[in-house]
């Protein structure tokens, strides 16, 4: 048996992608309002980090589903999934989640968005400059249903594992949870890093303003780790070997204690602390905590999905 | 500012409230279809697996593969041996059949994003429309019995559906049944008191695997005798 073939597999690295992606896409839709609702009100759009959400959000949630689409063995026919629905199926109901966020999140853009793009048409395209004034109008609207979308979204990825009885590392009501907080924090680390790397201000209130809430989070997250796993062990049978199975020596066990605890959590956790003590953030510091964060993160979608299919009931 | 605030609330608002309608309707909804199907139905199809009978000569697999059309490569049922127990030469071997269980609570039905996957409400039988499938796989991932897969040919999902568009349309018993030179296989109605399918199910004991996770399979298995002790 190796770590990336076995017996039993179904889903491969292509969903751990998916299901990255589209985490980090709420993630950052997430961040963004929290963002300008709470810090930089009607001046937003000037903000490098909400340009990098903005910026963000639609790439990543589109090619994340682009890669669902292309891991289907029949990807022309992806339609009849936009056509036929089945309220049972948690991916039927993602899909539907996913439509109206994303085009959510288009009216939202565009609402926030609304002053430059107006002032840059210069009267030309009528249409889309009336649009656009209706958006903002609607702004508080789009922008409710849209954080609703978002959390949804990110609880989705992990409903969609969950949703596989078959196998108890999947199969728990830990796992929408878990997912959600570490896909918000990839968002979070994701309009860190792109807002930096557009020259935003490393030492911004916008960065201040994440990274404390990031600190809290991460210890939310390492809690949720250890409930996910003692519940396993506690629930005794093949539970416990899954758990045992996938914390243990081998490929996974240090992809999980290296990649996923030590790089992805506990690196930006003391990152996070030493840049509250010392002040001053400067863009290698930034950029590198919030690098850390992503790939801890995408090493934990790849941990669960493969590690929670070696283990069947 | 408080138009908007408005505005806002009332969205949230009415989210949630038809969230929840949908929801509680679902629910109900469903506790009345779950309801009707166990009593109105007259044909619900299952299958036993006498282990005792079977001494896995794999004529089942072939007369499948011939029948259905199934690819190389891939099978809608095996025959897993273990063992050989005991001591030479008083040896024996356990088979146990790997197939489609037909659940009446079916995971594959309920993750299937299409629909595609369903459970036909005249005969209990478990099918994949296959012009409704796209491949996912959701499906096989969610069957804790493990026996969906791909066909290599059409692209989609496949596995066993008790021979429902070949031999069930004509008439005959499924293609295994009918190859089994031991008879260790019986196919039947488990609504018709009379079938050979109930009168096994009496008067031999058998067991349904992973019962435990709600989702009522329709493949007995008659247990063998031979074979170790297992703690
Ligand atoms: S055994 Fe698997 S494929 Fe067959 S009905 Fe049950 S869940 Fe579906
Ligand atoms: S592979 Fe086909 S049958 Fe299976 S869940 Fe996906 S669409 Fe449905
Ligand atoms: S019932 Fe038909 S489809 Fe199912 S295993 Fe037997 S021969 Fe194959």
Redesign the pocket.
């Known amino acids: 048996m190796s770590a990336f073939h076995f017996d039993g597999l179904v889903w491969h690295w292509p969903i751990a992608i998916y299901l990255f992606l589209a985490g980090l896409s709420a993630g950052a839709v997430f961040f963004g309002i929290l963002l300008k609702h709470f810090k930089l009100g009607k001046k937003a759009y000037q903000s490098r980090f909400i340009q990098a959400a903005a910026l963000i959000a639609p790439v990543t949630v589109c090619a994340g589903l682009g890669i669902l689409v292309l891991d289907l063995t029949k990807p022309l026919d992806f339609w009849k999934i936009l056509v036929f629905y089945n309220s049972t199926s948690v991916m039927s109901m993602g899909v539907l989640v996913l439509m109206v966020y994303q085009l959510m999140l288009f009216a939202w853009i565009g609402a926030i968005f609304c002053t430059p793009i107006v002032q840059w048409c210069e009267g030309r395209w009528g249409l889309v400059t009336r649009g656009l004034i209706k958006l903002q109008q609607w702004e508080d609207v789009i922008t409710g249903v849209l954080l609703i979308l978002s959390l949804s979204l990110g609880a989705y990825t992990g409903f969609l594992l969950s949703a596989l009885i078959g196998f108890p590392l999947l199969n728990n009501p830990v796992l929408p949870v878990l997912f959600l907080v570490s896909g918000l924090t990839s968002g979070a680390a994701a309009t860190l890093l792109v807002g930096v790397l557009l020259k935003g201000n490393p030492n911004g209130i916008e960065v201040r303003f994440i990274h404390g809430i990031e600190i809290p989070m991460i210890l939310i997250e390492m809690a949720i780790l250890f409930t996910f796993f003692a519940g396993l062990i506690l629930s005794g049978g093949q539970s416990q070997v899954a758990a045992f199975n996938a914390l243990g020596e081998g490929f996974w066990g240090w992809i999980f204690w290296g990649g996923v605890v030590g790089l992805g959590l506990t690196l930006p956790l003391a990152f996070n602390l030493w840049m509250k003590v010392s002040a001053d953030r400067k863009f290698a510091y930034v950029a590198v905590t919030a690098s850390f964060s992503l790939v801890g993160v995408l090493l934990l979608r790849n941990f669960i999905l493969y590690t929670g299919q070696m283990t069947g009931t | 500012m408080d138009i908007s605030k408005r505005h806002f609330l009332t969205g949230c608002g009415t989210l949630i409230a038809g969230i929840s309608i949908y929801s509680v309707a679902k629910e109900l909804a469903g506790s009345e279809a779950g309801a009707s199907v166990d009593q109105t139905q007259t044909i619900k199809y299952a299958m036993v697996h006498d282990e005792n009978l079977c001494i896995g000569c794999n004529a089942c697999e072939q007369a499948c593969r011939d029948v259905n059309n199934v690819p190389d490569g891939v099978s809608r049922v095996v025959i897993n041996r273990t063992g050989p127990f005991g001591e030479y030469p008083d040896q024996s071997y356990r088979f146990s059949r790997k197939s489609?269980?037909?659940?009446e609570d079916?995971?594959?039905?309920k993750v299937c994003p299409t629909g595609a996957?369903y459970i036909d409400p005249d005969t209990g039988i478990?099918g994949v429309n296959q012009d409704k499938c796209v491949g996912c796989q959701y499906?096989i991932a969610?069957?804790?019995?493990q026996?969906?897969f791909i066909n290599p040919v059409t692209q989609t999902a496949d596995?066993c559906d008790f021979c429902r568009e070949t031999q069930l349309k004509q008439g005959k018993q499924p293609a295994c049944v009918e190859a089994c030179p031991t008879h260790a296989l019986v196919f039947g109605n488990i609504r018709d008191p009379e079938s050979e399918l109930v009168k096994t199910l009496k008067s031999k004991p058998t067991y349904r695997a992973k019962t435990d996770l709600g989702?009522r399979?329709k493949l007995f298995h008659v247990p063998t005798i031979d074979g170790e002790i297992v703690l």
Not at chain 2, 100 to 103: G, I, V
Not at chain 2, 106 to 109: E, I, L, N, Q, S
Not at chain 2, 142 to 145: F, G, I, V
């Open positions: 489609c269980q037909h659940c079916a995971p594959c039905v996957a478990v499906c969610a069957c804790p019995y026996v969906r596995k989702t399979p």
